[in-house]
């Protein structure tokens, strides 16, 4: 019996390497574990992708097309696009589940807010599930991760995720490396430190 692929939907603000993070796990996956991938596109926003997309948003409606045809400003485009996704979740959903891979690996809008917080997000999380399993990987950007303050919204940030998505969620600082670890390290195993901060 063939398991179920796993999906892996990729969360975060705008800037945090959704895209190349998307592209670099899934070369390491096929590389270093030899598992087939798949890479889902569902930002209608991006002008490219760093991995050629096994499926995407763009072949049925772009940012740039919307605010040309509806006349709206790049924001009104994005949550049409997120109206769009919603009224088509059956055939998106329909066409990924098509495509066989191990695992899938979902690039999601730039504007998380946009996914998270509108019915789309939510609405595509909960066919992706009923097609395999599915989980969330939240990026924090390392700019919020530079204060005590930023760490704790972002932290939020990945609760509201998970809890509007209602799938297990990964919080993850991308481009750590340009951080200090040594506080990053303290902020997570002190609590008192991080409250006191």
């Known amino acids: 019996m063939k398991l179920k ?3 892996v939907l990729f969360i975060g603000p705008a800037g945090s390497g959704k895209s190349t993070l998307t592209a670099s ?3 390491w996956l096929e590389e270093n574990i030899g598992l087939k991938v798949a890479y889902i596109n569902l930002d209608p926003g991006c ?4 991995f050629k997309p ?8 772009t940012v740039d097309q919307i605010m040309r045809d509806e006349m709206l400003g790049p924001n009104g485009a994005m949550i049409k696009a997120a109206e769009l996704m919603e009224k088509n979740v059956k055939e998106i959903i329909g ?7 191990d695992i899938k690996l979902v690039d999601t809008p730039g504007q998380m807010e946009i996914f998270v917080f509108r019915p789309s997000g939510p609405k595509i ?3 992706l599930c009923k097609k395999g399993p599915a989980l969330a990987v939240y990026i924090i950007d390392p700019y919020f991760a530079r204060t005590a303050t930023g760490l704790a919204i972002a932290a939020s940030l990945s609760i509201a995720t998970q809890l509007r998505l209602d799938i297990p969620t990964i919080a993850i600082i991308n481009k750590a490396d340009i951080l200090g670890k040594k506080s990053i390290e303290k902020y997570f195993t002190d609590p008192e430190y991080l409250r006191k901060a």
């Not at 002008?47 to 760093?50: H, Q, Y």
């Not at 096994?54 to 409606?61: G, K, L, V, Y």
């Not at 066409?95 to 891979?101: G, K, N, T, V």
């Open 5 to 7: 692929s796993l999906h």
């Open 25 to 27: 796990f899934g070369k």
């Open 47 to 50: 002008a490219f992708t760093p």
């Open 54 to 61: 096994d499926f995407d948003i763009r072949e049925f409606f």
């Open 95 to 101: 066409r990924i589940s098509m495509i066989e891979a």
């Open 125 to 127: 999380a909960e066919a």
